[in-house]
């Protein structure tokens, strides 16, 4: 089956660095995405990764190793409005993006 | 660049109503576009998939002629909900793939739909 772990809440002060893993199956693999989306709104595209390493972006990094089935998301600098949920999302053989619920990160002055 | 749009942000009918939700690719040409559902403190839940010019492709459990998906041009695809009750109130919510970034999905802002 396909499946996504990634944790389900997960606390960071302002200004300091949070990572956050996560780990899939899917049936094929096209690349994986990140998304962040904050309560009550639709998700926005964070980042794409299809090659295995790092990928750097202003104040957000996602990491990537296919062999592991594995990913983070490395947010610097927080900020209050970093406070939102993260969505790891792999895309399958079929081009279809696999969603779990996401990591509720709550950033904390 | 990628920016999707949908209409209305929200809705709310009576039950037995049907409602139409517009989702457009403002600047890029939208070779696929998705409807999601999604509940509060739920996973985005894909509901069909469309290609412009053919018929969607429904995920297993949506019923096709209920919730009726129209793409009709690259920039434009619609989802209407036929005679609406009260569980099928939801945030709905559509995105568009196409463009120079063939493979990323961009959503558009969503659609709360209430269903009295």
């Known amino acids: 089956g396909q499946n996504i772990d990634q944790p389900t809440e997960m606390t960071a002060t302002e200004g300091a660095i949070v990572q956050i893993n996560c780990t899939y199956q899917?049936?094929?693999?096209?690349?994986l995405f990140w998304y962040q989306q904050h309560a009550g709104e639709a998700p926005t595209f964070l980042s794409y990764n299809v090659l295995d390493g790092l990928e750097e972006k202003g104040r957000f990094s996602s990491f990537l190793s296919r062999s592991k089935g594995y990913s983070y998301l490395l947010l610097k600098e927080l900020q209050m409005k970093d406070s939102a949920s993260y969505l790891c999302?792999?895309?399958?053989?079929?081009?279809?993006?696999?969603w779990g619920a996401g990591t509720k990160l709550i950033i904390k002055p | 660049g990628a920016v999707v749009s949908q209409h209305p942000s929200w809705v709310i009918c009576k039950s037995g109503t049907s409602v139409k939700i517009e989702c457009r690719s403002l600047d890029f040409q939208a070779t696929t576009m998705f409807w999601y559902r999604q509940f509060p403190k739920q996973s985005l839940m894909l509901m069909a998939t469309?290609?412009?010019?053919?018929?969607?492709?429904?995920e297993q459990g949506v019923e096709k002629d209920k919730f009726l998906i129209n793409h009709a041009s690259l920039t434009l695809s619609t989802l209407t909900v036929t005679s609406a009750h009260p569980e099928d109130s939801s945030f709905y919510i559509c995105?568009?793939?196409?463009?120079?970034?063939?493979?990323?999905?961009?959503f558009g802002p969503g659609t709360r739909l209430t269903v009295l």
């Open positions: 469309s290609n412009e010019g053919s018929k969607a492709t429904y």
């Open positions: 995105s568009a793939r196409g463009g120079g970034d063939s493979d990323t999905q961009y």
């Open positions: 999302a792999p895309m399958d053989s079929n081009y279809q993006l696999i």
């Open positions: 899917t049936s094929g693999f096209n690349g």
